[in-house]
């Protein structure tokens, strides 16, 4: 394998790259990069990190979260109406707009906040679409972050 990502299959950025890298059928080799262990903080990985994100965990601040929901309802409303006479969002084909939704949204529907997609017709269409694409089903498996350990 010529073409080695670094991270987690979890992480919406990990993601977006596996399903493009499936969706041209680029071969890669996920190396597992532990960001809950701080391996990302490793003096062998430090070079391939150009920023550090800070550490999960702490209290919501739902002020945050809800000027943020009402931000992105207003763009789903523009979404829904651009995808009320597109299939995708750059027109009919679909594209790395499209795919470049497909890590963040995932995560969105498993919240309180699913309503977002799913009260929007063509926005949940287009969403039921590209979750339907052999890209998404292969990394969804791995998209666990927030999932309830049984």
Not at 47 to 73: C, E, M, R, S, W
Not at 133 to 150: F, Q, S, V
Request: proline share 4%.
């Amino acid at each position: 394998m010529g073409v080695k990502l670094y991270g987690l299959a979890m992480s919406t950025c990990c993601a977006t790259v596996m399903a493009t890298h499936y969706e041209k059928q680029v071969d890669f080799e996920l190396v597992v990069v532990d960001v809950f262990a701080a391996e990302n903080k490793e003096p062998a990985f430090l070079p391939k990190n150009y920023f550090v994100v800070p550490a999960f965990g702490g209290t919501a601040n739902q002020a945050i979260i809800d000027t943020n929901v009402d931000q992105l309802g207003k763009l789903l409303d523009m979404y829904e109406s651009r995808l009320s006479t597109n299939k995708y969002l750059a027109r009919n084909n679909y594209s790395l707009a499209d795919l470049h939704h497909i890590p963040y949204t995932h995560y969105l529907v498993k919240t309180p906040y699913a309503e977002l997609i799913k009260s929007r017709p063509h926005v949940n269409a287009w969403w039921e679409d590209i979750t339907s694409r052999h890209a998404y089903n292969k990394i969804r498996a791995n998209m666990t972050l927030g999932d309830k350990k049984e």
